[in-house]
């Protein structure tokens, strides 16, 4: 079975996202890399938060759960392809540019722009 369909179904409903914010549309392609907590996989809610893109980096830094760490191995790096599979239902929200974060509960969403993630 082919990953296109998914692929473009991610890039329309991304757009959608974006036009509903009134910002551009920024890629995370599949092939793209983001940070991920994988120690917080399964949790609730699920936090997003869009750094300039760096690299093969789409800029992205995702983890689940109540709880944040510093620590350097808080995230790995995670293809975004495998993201998308995992978190389908928040997949829609990695179109936003960078300055973005997002909050995903089962109750509802909260999206906003954070000027500070501009200042790496």
């Not at 473009?8 to 991304?14: G, L, R, T």
């Not at 609730?44 to 109540?66: F, S």
Request: charged share 20%; net charge negative; with cysteine.
């Amino acid at each position: 079975m082919s990953n296109e369909p998914r692929a473009a179904w991610n890039v329309s409903s991304q757009k959608s996202v974006c036009v509903e914010r009134g910002v551009s549309y920024v890629p995370s392609p599949p092939e793209s890399k983001l940070g991920f907590a994988l120690s917080t996989k399964g949790k609730l809610p699920i936090n997003g938060m869009r750094h300039p893109i760096v690299g093969e980096t789409n800029g992205w830094y995702i983890w689940c759960g109540e709880d944040f760490s510093d620590d350097t191995e808080f995230f790995a790096p995670l293809h975004a392809s495998h993201f998308y599979e995992d978190y389908p239902e928040v997949a829609k929200f990695l179109g936003l540019p960078p300055g973005f974060r997002f909050l995903f509960t089962p109750d509802g969403v909260d999206v906003w722009f954070d000027e500070s993630l501009l200042k790496l």
